[in-house]
């Protein structure tokens, strides 16, 4: 055939099938590997799949760490304030000894200061919390508040030289006790979101109608007795604190429920 033959010779065509069929090695094996990468990774030397979405593995740090220090606080605020309340009921019970009763309830309530001021405190220092910031402050403030009250009530029955507490006043006192444990309770349905918080929301709830209706019949007879009136004063405003220790354990609760439905 005329000019030069552009046809390979038996041995070119052997080498050229040779690298064609390195080529084709070389290409699997690059696919290969970007498939294996593709189906996990290694973490500290732990396979995560990421063909199903990504598993947990207990070498992977935690992206969002919970400070649980903050539930710790508000259980011993919690716990406080159950303390503060069956002394306030002693109090009203063995009269006599009423002075170092009043002085546990008191010691009670500095020591809630201090958890208030230490929640505070890993507030404005805390840089991811567990629960919203503005509801860690309600509750840490509601809880005070409700301590503030128990002590109020311990300090004025002193204070007003009470010579003896009325039976509407150790029913009142009896009462609060009630919701002082059911919003501890509730307290501690808050690390784990327990569904079990709405039953003593609804106990709360229904402790502070009963202290309503109690608060509504003292007063109506401190008015139809014959009673002096630097008494009806007296008893009128020691009544109404220890009400309003109920709507505190309200609010307390209130916050929780806000908090668990926010969270859940």
Same mark, same amino acid.
């Given at each position: 055939?005329?000019?030069?033959?552009?046809?390979?010779?038996?041995?070119?065509?052997?080498?050229? %099938?040779?690298?064609?069929?390195?080529?084709?090695?070389?290409?699997?094996?690059?696919?290969?590997?970007?498939?294996?990468?593709?189906?996990?990774?290694?973490?500290?030397?732990?396979?995560?799949?990421?063909?199903?979405?990504?598993?947990?593995?207990?070498?992977?740090?935690?992206?969002?760490?919970?400070?649980?220090?903050?539930?710790?606080?508000?259980?011993?605020?919690?716990?406080?304030?159950?303390?503060?309340? %069956?002394?306030?009921?002693?109090?009203?019970?063995?009269?006599?000894?009423?002075?170092?009763?009043?002085?546990?309830?008191? $010691?009670?309530?500095?020591?809630?200061?201090?958890?208030?001021?230490?929640?505070?405190?890993?507030?404005?220092?805390?840089?991811?919390?567990?629960?919203?910031?503005?509801?860690?402050?309600?509750?840490?403030? %509601?809880? $005070?508040?409700?301590?503030?009250?128990?002590?109020?009530?311990?300090? %004025?029955?002193?204070?007003?030289?009470?010579?003896?507490?009325?039976?509407?006043?150790?029913?009142?006192?009896?009462?609060?006790?009630?919701?002082?444990?059911?919003?501890?309770?509730?307290?501690?349905?808050?690390?784990?979101?327990?569904?079990?918080?709405?039953?003593?929301?609804?106990?709360?709830?229904?402790?502070?109608?009963?202290?309503?209706?109690?608060?509504?019949?003292?007063?109506?007879?401190?008015?139809?007795?014959?009673?002096?009136?630097?008494?009806?004063?007296?008893?009128?405003?020691?009544?109404?604190?220890?009400?309003?220790?109920?709507?505190?354990?309200?609010?307390?609760?209130?916050?929780?429920?806000?908090?668990?439905?926010?969270?859940?």
């Amino acid at each position: 055939m005329g000019g030069g033959d552009c046809r390979p010779t038996g041995s070119q065509s052997r080498s050229a %099938r040779s690298a064609a069929s390195a080529r084709r090695r070389s290409h699997r094996a690059s696919r290969s590997h970007r498939s294996d990468g593709a189906r996990g990774v290694s973490t500290a030397g732990r396979a995560i799949d990421l063909r199903n979405g990504l598993r947990y593995s207990p070498t992977v740090f935690r992206l969002v760490p919970r400070e649980q220090k903050f539930f710790d606080l508000f259980e011993q605020q919690g716990a406080n304030i159950v303390a503060a309340a %069956r002394a306030l009921e002693t109090l009203t019970l063995d009269y006599p000894n009423a002075k170092t009763h009043a002085q546990t309830i008191e $010691d009670l309530e500095h020591a809630g200061d201090t958890l208030t001021h230490e929640l505070v405190r890993r507030l404005n220092t805390t840089f991811i919390t567990p629960i919203d910031r503005e509801d860690i402050y309600a509750l840490s403030s %509601r809880l $005070d508040d409700v301590l503030d009250l128990i002590d109020a009530v311990a300090d %004025r029955l002193l204070l007003y030289k009470i010579t003896a507490p009325t039976d509407g006043c150790i029913a009142m006192a009896k009462i609060i006790v009630k919701a002082a444990e059911e919003t501890d309770r509730a307290v501690h349905c808050l690390r784990n979101l327990s569904a079990f918080y709405h039953k003593h929301c609804v106990e709360v709830n229904r402790l502070e109608n009963e202290a309503d209706r109690l608060l509504r019949d003292q007063l109506a007879a401190l008015f139809e007795g014959r009673v002096e009136v630097i008494e009806v004063i007296k008893w009128k405003e020691l009544y109404e604190t220890m009400e309003s220790v109920t709507d505190r354990c309200e609010d307390v609760v209130n916050v929780i429920e806000g908090i668990v439905l926010k969270m859940a």
